[in-house]
């Protein structure tokens, strides 16, 4: 298996996206009791991490989790309400510097692959393959009101209003789509219905017999009998074309950022070993893909080191 990436540390904090033995919608300003452990972050790690805390075993340890983006996990990472943060792309400048404001620091590790994938409604019987071309058409700032029929992207397809499905401004999904597609982050038409909640998007797409949207592999494996992914410039969303990189340009790195303050903790420490030990069974589990093996033990060594400081 070829080296896809390599894993950074960074003297500032973020943590991983999981979830927990005990879930909340709520975060607190209050500091985390010994055995507690507070995740957030992005939806789209979600079903790798409550795959692993349901191995978890362990019953003194309460952990609570929040999904509610990659951008939101990150802020909350930064002010010290979360101990660990899941990450669909890569931290930017600008956190960087919040977190050197607070004086947080954290590790960054790498735990996953993700292919992201484009769907449509399983009736969808005619488009199969879309061009990145196309795609950047679709929702580029420049069409909104003027594109709004498939025949206004492709003169080749029907002359039927489409709606489109995405995540929201505060997903590393995002992020990630609007960069490698558009070409710059956050540029993107407004006239798309949203939400960070990846399901409730399988669910529009799934409803709309023209819809078309984006979201995370997993959330596509998982709705197959929903929903229909299209091939992006002739080539399928798969295991084999993320690893090898043959999936251009939509296949990315998933990350977890733990603050170093909350790993002084033992029951963190026991987590997010934990975590990465099983990473690569439960992301394959649930339609993600499982990062090389020096990759992984990179990953490893960066956490280990941090722990015997």
């Known amino acids: 298996m070829n080296k896809l990436y390599q894993v950074i540390i960074f003297s500032l904090t973020f943590v991983l996206f999981s979830c ?14 010994n055995n507690e452990i507070r995740i957030g972050g992005s939806s789209t790690l979600f079903p790798i991490s409550k795959g692993i ?11 609570k989790i929040e999904h509610s983006g990659s951008i939101k ?16 792309r890569k931290i930017n400048d600008e956190e960087l510097k919040l ?5 947080v620091e ?12 484009v769907v449509v409604n399983s009736g969808n019987d005619w488009l199969s393959d879309i061009s990145t071309a196309d795609l950047k058409k679709l929702w580029e700032p420049n069409s909104e009101d003027k594109v709004l029929k498939w025949s206004d992207v492709n003169a080749e397809w029907p002359e039927l209003e489409f709606r489109l499905f995405g995540p929201g401004a505060a997903s590393g999904t995002f992020d990630f789509f609007t960069k490698a597609i558009i070409g710059e982050v956050g540029s993107i038409r407004s006239d798309y219905l949203s939400s960070e909640n990846d399901n409730e998007l399988v669910k529009g797409i799934a409803a709309e017999k023209n819809g078309i ?3 995370g592999l997993a959330y596509f494996e998982q709705n197959r009998d929903k929903l229909k992914a299209l091939k992006i410039n002739g080539v ?17 790195k998933l990350y977890l950022y733990v603050s170093k303050k909350s790993l002084n903790r033992k029951p963190v420490q026991d987590f997010v070993k934990h975590y990465l030990d099983n990473v690569s069974n439960v992301a394959l589990s649930v339609g993600y893909i499982p990062l090389e093996d020096k990759s992984l033990e990179n990953s490893q060594k960066i956490l280990n080191s941090v722990i015997a400081e």
């Open 20 to 33: 927990g033995t005990q879930s909340t919608t709520q975060t607190t300003d209050e500091s985390s009791s």
């Open 106 to 117: 954290v590790i960054e590790l790498e735990v996953a692959l993700d292919g992201m994938t």
């Open 99 to 103: 977190f050197q404001k607070n004086s």
């Open 236 to 252: 399928e969303a798969t295991l084999q074309t993320v690893q090898d990189g043959t999936y251009p340009p939509l296949a990315r």
């Open 73 to 88: 996990g990150l802020d909350e990472l930064a002010s010290g309400k979360i101990d660990i943060a899941g990450s669909s």
């Open 53 to 63: 805390i349901d191995l978890y075993k362990n019953d003194e340890t309460l952990i």
């Open 213 to 215: 949207g984006f979201i």
